[in-house]
């Protein structure tokens, strides 16, 4: 399965140590503007889920993939099946007892891009949305 990977440019390296060439090249060109990762089936489980490979500095907020110490990170919803509630004890304390067993969503980017949320509803910006990555929908063919 695609999605299982991150992109044939991060993956696909060979042990001629090409494979990092082509790693950063592919970061150079806007490899994070790959369509792969505008899906919703990336969005909703593999943003901010799946590790970074990028042995290299970069830009975290614009890289799709987790990094060490994130405050983005998500849980995988399919091996940790926490529900699309936001946790009262992170809205309380701001943290959570219960860690990654916890049923509920943990920051905006697990309540967002829940499956059962990620562009259920109408975007308010609409056509004019300038966000590089909005959870809602700005049309009938984007509504879920």
């Not at 910006?125 to 809602?136: N, V």
């Amino acid at each position: 399965m695609i999605l299982a990977t991150q992109s044939s440019q991060h993956w696909a390296g060979s042990s001629d140590g090409a494979g990092a060439t082509r790693q950063k090249q592919a970061f150079n060109n806007n490899d994070a503007d790959a369509p792969i990762y505008s899906t919703d089936e990336f969005r909703m489980y593999c943003f901010k889920v799946m590790p970074c490979s990028k042995r290299f500095s970069h830009d975290w907020v614009s890289c799709p993939f987790a990094h060490p110490g994130e405050r983005a990170r998500r849980r995988c919803v399919r091996s940790n099946s926490y529900g699309p509630a936001a946790c009262p004890d992170v809205q309380k304390d701001g943290s959570c007892p219960r860690g990654d067993a916890c049923s509920f969503t943990h920051n905006v980017f697990e309540f967002h891009l829940h499956p059962q949320r990620y562009r259920t509803q109408w975007c308010h910006d609409g056509s004019k949305c300038t966000r590089k990555i909005c959870f809602f929908a700005h049309s009938l063919e984007e509504l879920r």
